[in-house]
């Protein structure tokens, strides 16, 4: 081995995982879609799962995941990545299978199936992007839509009164008893994506042990959607989503987390 490339390796800090295809990004610049993915990956890589994992990802943002995620996938019809992978998890339970859904799909439209996948227990992991807004479609309001929040189908903010209120979509499965693991995080900081990832580790880790469903929130941006510069989307974030989206655990070990 030359020198040049011995010291190339020992300098080496950060290499792509395989298992992220070499498609380029086609999320807007500063999504926290592609962090996501990446992290995913790399902990799918870490534990050496490439062979035995299989996605499922509906419409939406998320529909793009096996574009960049080089495993097994399947795209489900919107709202319904929970029972096909019931369906995938209870024919080859020794895989580990995820679903991979945004607020839009997954609070919205697959609402029943998430909520009796989760109730049910079904030994699936669910990681759910949470931007408060349907980014693909044309910026209408979700489910997660916060107070006041304007978006292309309630331009003068969230009315309450004739919208009602934000879905609080992770602390309500939270209280099934099929859940085990409930946890917020987000992708905006390097700090946070560290926890993220450790988050996403446990989550996968606890399906080997066939104790009920896993899920991780993401809270991300979404600056097309919201109209904003990445850094300014991320700072609105911050100040305006983690306050109504608190971060950290909601159950662990199949206990709701108290909070102080």
């Known amino acids: 081995m030359d020198i040049k490339d011995i010291v190339k390796e020992e300098n080496l800090v950060y290499t792509k995982t395989k298992l992220m295809t070499d498609n380029i990004l086609s999320y807007c610049p500063g999504c926290g879609h592609g962090t996501a993915h990446r992290i ?7 534990l050496g799962m490439q062979e035995d994992t299989i996605g499922v990802a509906p419409v939406g943002c998320s529909v793009l995941a096996y574009e960049f995620m080089n495993i097994d996938m399947i795209q489900a019809a919107h709202g319904r990545a929970p029972a096909v992978a019931t369906g995938v998890k209870r024919t080859m339970p020794e895989k580990f299978v ?3 859904q945004g607020d839009g799909d997954l609070a919205a439209i697959g609402t029943a199936e998430t909520i009796h996948a989760c109730n049910r227990g079904e030994n699936i992991t669910i990681f759910f992007i949470n931007n408060g807004i349907y980014g693909m479609t044309g910026g209408q309001m979700a489910p997660t839509t916060l107070p006041g929040m304007r978006t292309s189908t309630s331009p003068y903010g969230r009315d ?3 919208m009602g209120n934000p879905l609080k979509i992770t602390e309500l499965i939270a209280q ?3 859940t085990y693991f409930v946890t917020r995080h987000a992708v905006h900081t390097p700090a946070a994506v560290r926890k993220a990832k450790r988050a996403i580790r446990k989550a996968i880790e606890l399906q080997k042990e066939n104790k009920g469903v896993t899920f991780v929130e993401i809270v991300s941006n979404c600056n097309s959607g ?11 974030m911050v100040e305006n ?3 109504y989206y608190p971060m950290g655990d909601i ?6 987390v108290e909070k102080k």
């Open 40 to 46: 995913i990956m790399e902990v799918v890589d870490e």
């Open 98 to 100: 995820f679903t991979y």
């Open 160 to 162: 309450l009164p004739s």
């Open 176 to 178: 099934l008893p099929g």
């Open 226 to 236: 919201w109209k904003m510069a990445p850094v300014k989307s991320n700072e609105w």
């Open 241 to 243: 989503m983690f306050p």
């Open 251 to 256: 159950k662990v070990d199949g206990e709701l």
